[in-house]
């Protein structure tokens, strides 16, 4: 029998425009997915359950579409794959929270067959990867994509971020990551990834929830003009933190900065389940 983990993660700063290019800020979250691989005489079978030990999977691993698909390229990029055997994995984390269970999942089957995370992500996906960079980083990292299939990032220090003053509001509208980068939009300028990436660097490195504040406001100003949508602020009227969308606009978390912490309890007084940041990634990093 075989073991693997692998950790979610959470997209700070730099959505959208990190598919172009420019610098973004993710940090890997404390629950993750575990795989499990055992011998047996049988067709490949795959056992799928979510945080709760629910089985939402149960099938000969071709079946299904998705992961057939990521096994192919496994095969592909000649991997160790075995043809017979029993896999199960398991998600620590709500399968609704998009936290990353498909880019824990490539980087689960890289661990179990072989292969380099990354190679085995942009054969099977067109997204920029920082998610499955996030799966063994074990803390903040500052990514960017270089050209089609490649990227580089550095694991960052982040104890130094005033996490206190952080929330993780849910807003229970998990977006399809794949959808999302397939849209088509405008090409953002060269002046724009710059200053995107500027601003990812000062979220990094800043100590202070007022510094914070600044960043992510302008990082969400900038954003909402490019992507002609609504900043996820106003959904909430007469709250005394700057709130920031996380990943895909209208997806499942977004990020409340407070300068005094007691304003945090505006969302669970307002029906809004709110995590706590320390319970949700390490702060030792």
């Known amino acids: 029998m075989s073991q693997f983990r692998s950790s979610g993660k959470l997209l700070l700063s730099g959505e959208y425009w990190v598919l172009h290019g420019a610098e973004a800020l993710a940090i890997a979250t404390e629950k993750g997915q575990t795989l499990r691989y055992e011998e047996a005489?049988?067709?490949l079978h795959w056992i799928a359950k979510d945080s709760k030990d629910r089985v939402w999977m149960d099938c000969v691993a071709n079946q299904d579409p998705y992961l057939a698909r990521i096994l192919n390229a496994v095969q592909k990029l000649k991997g160790s794959?075995?043809?017979r055997g029993?896999?199960?994995?398991?998600?620590?984390?709500?399968?609704?929270?998009?936290?990353?269970?498909?880019s824990s999942l490539v980087d689960l089957i890289a661990q179990w067959t072989g292969l380099d995370p990354m190679e085995l992500h942009f054969e099977t996906s067109e997204g920029s990867g920082f998610d499955v960079a996030c799966a063994r980083a074990g803390g903040a990292i500052v990514y960017q994509k270089t050209g089609p299939r490649s990227a580089v990032w550095?694991?960052?220090?982040?104890?130094?971020?005033?996490?206190?003053?952080?929330g993780l509001v849910y807003l229970g509208g998990k977006q399809?990551?794949?959808?999302?980068?397939?849209?088509?939009?405008?090409e953002p300028?060269?002046?724009?990834l710059d200053a995107i990436s500027a601003l990812s660097r000062h979220l990094a490195s800043s100590k202070d929830a007022e510094a914070w504040s600044r960043a992510i406001d302008e990082l969400e100003d900038r954003t909402a003009s490019w992507l002609q949508m609504e900043r996820v602020q106003n959904r909430f009227p007469g709250v005394r933190a700057t709130i920031k969308s996380l990943g895909a606009w209208g997806g499942d978390f977004a990020l409340a900065v407070a300068q005094d912490p007691e304003d945090l309890k505006?969302?669970?007084?307002?029906?809004?389940l709110l995590l706590k940041w320390s319970d949700c990634v390490s702060l030792s990093s």
């Open 81 to 83: 794959l075995p043809r």
């Open 41 to 43: 005489d049988c067709e």
């Open 176 to 186: 399809d990551s794949q959808r999302e980068v397939a849209k088509i939009r405008r």
């Open 86 to 102: 029993r896999v199960s994995t398991k998600l620590e984390f709500n399968r609704n929270w998009g936290w990353g269970s498909s």
């Open 154 to 166: 550095n694991n960052i220090a982040s104890a130094h971020w005033p996490h206190e003053h952080f």
């Open 266 to 272: 505006y969302f669970p007084l307002n029906g809004h």
């Open 189 to 192: 300028l060269a002046s724009e």
